[in-house]
């Protein structure tokens, strides 16, 4: 599933992307970052709704390519920057954790945990 | 002589918002040596996780990566407060960290497995009251 239609599927804002047909493999949905760095892998998106320049460096560290802020989550300028400068596209959804990690589930995007096995 | 290259970071303990720097530019580093991404994956992770500890745990502290022929090697020192429970902290789960630190998405108890996971040796050094060592190893 590309950026672009994790957009539209979401009906998400986009903050900042530089490249929107990035294939996306996998998806995790958590606010706790010890989380994401135990079990993510795979040109994965992170959905959460924790705002900190510390999901910014997560992603990074994990070669996350796109991060979706959940229930309208806005990131700041300085975590936006952070992102650019790691070609991590970042989206805004007014959509609630739940629904939104369903909608892309439903897609056809899988979890991480089942591409792994 | 020793090939081995080696780079020195001295981890800043005041601000949350800044952790990451020191991991950040390992992996930069790390790329420009053409080391397998793999490779780079697992050390900045470990190094991450390593990182967030120092400045949630020990105030800051420093981190020395050397790369060897066969391996990388991180040295993580700090001279927080030490590790009273070793094993215990080694469990997944088990944290100390406050709850002012879950709400900024850390402090559920995974880092130091996170660490383990993520390299091939890892070894604790601590002493209460004193400080932490901890040393680990990425084989190529």
């Known amino acids: 599933m590309t950026i672009r239609e994790i957009k539209e599927l979401l ?14 493999l996998s998806a995790c949905g958590s606010d706790m970052m010890s989380d994401v760095l135990a079990y993510v892998k795979h040109q994965a998106v992170l959905l959460t709704g924790l705002v900190n320049a510390q999901v910014i460096r997560t992603a990074e560290m ?21 992102a650019c400068s790691c070609g991590i596209a970042v989206l805004s959804t007014t959509k609630r954790m739940y629904e939104a990690c369903g909608i892309l589930y439903a897609g056809g995007l899988k979890g991480n945990g089942e591409i792994n096995e | ?28 580093n790390l790329r420009q040596l053409g080391i397998d991404p793999e490779i ?17 745990h020990a105030g800051g502290g420093e981190a020395d990566i050397t790369v060897e022929d066969n ?3 991180i040295v993580l020192t700090d001279r927080g407060p030490g590790i009273a429970d070793i094993d215990k902290a ?3 789960g088990y944290s100390t960290a406050r709850d002012n630190i879950r709400a900024l998405g850390f402090g559920a108890g995974m880092g130091l497995p996170n660490m383990k996971r993520y390299t091939d040796e890892m070894n604790i050094s601590s002493v209460v009251g004193e400080g932490t060592t901890i040393t680990m190893k990425v084989f190529f």
């Open chain 1, 11 to 24: 009906n998400a804002e986009v903050c900042c992307c530089e490249n929107p047909d990035v294939d996306i």
């Open chain 1, 62 to 82: 994990m070669d996350m390519r796109c991060i979706v802020f959940v229930r309208s989550k806005k990131p700041t300028a300085d975590m936006l920057d952070l």
């Open chain 2, 1 to 28: 002589m020793s090939d081995a290259l080696s780079f020195h970071y001295d981890v800043d303990g005041e601000s949350f918002s800044s952790a990451g720097q020191a991991s950040a530019g390992v992996k930069k």
């Open chain 2, 40 to 56: 780079i994956r697992k050390v900045s992770i470990a190094m991450y996780e390593g990182e967030i500890n120092m400045v949630i």
């Open chain 2, 71 to 73: 391996c990388i090697v």
């Open chain 2, 90 to 92: 080694m469990e997944e």
